[in-house]
C-alpha cells in the first residue's frame, strides 16, 4: 500500500513536499515514481527514481523539482520549488520495476493528493 500526503494550498512561487509512505511491502527494490493529473487531463508523468538514487524527470518540472527517497523509511518525496498555477493537479505516487514515464510502467498506486497552486 502506498500513502502520499503533503499536498495543500499554495501561492505561486511557493514550495510544497509530497511524501509517499509504503507499507505492506518493502518497496526498497522497486522504481518510484510521481504522476499527476489535472480535472479533465490525462495523468502524466512528474518523476521517477531508482532504487539506487537514479533519477529523471519531466521536461515542465525538471530544476524546480526534486525526487527523493529514503530506503530504511520505506518512503519517497517529492520536494516541489518555484510552483506555477499549472502545477496544479491531483498528485500520485507509485511503484513498479521499470523505470518508465508512462502509467503502465507501475504496478502499484496510491491514493492523490491534491496540490493548488493559485496565481
Known amino acids: 500500500q502506498l500513502q502520499a500526503s503533503g499536498g495543500g494550498l499554495v501561492q505561486a512561487g511557493g514550495s510544497l513536499r509530497l511524501s509517499c509512505a509504503a507499507s505492506g511491502r518493502t518497496f526498497s527494490s522497486s522504481f518510484m515514481g510521481w504522476f499527476r493529473q489535472a480535472p479533465g487531463k490525462e495523468r502524466e508523468f512528474v518523476a521517477a527514481i531508482k532504487w539506487s538514487g537514479g533519477t529523471r524527470y519531466a521536461t515542465s518540472v525538471s530544476g524546480r523539482f526534486t525526487i527523493s527517497r529514503d530506503n530504511a523509511k520505506n518512503t519517497v518525496y517529492l520536494q516541489m520549488n518555484s510552483l506555477k498555477p499549472e502545477d496544479t493537479a491531483d498528485y500520485y505516487c507509485?511503484?513498479?520495476?521499470?523505470?518508465?514515464?508512462?502509467?503502465?510502467?507501475?504496478?502499484?498506486w496510491g491514493q492523490g493528493t491534491l496540490v493548488t497552486v493559485s496565481s
Open positions: 507509485a511503484a513498479g520495476t521499470v523505470f518508465g514515464a508512462t502509467v503502465r510502467s507501475y504496478d502499484y
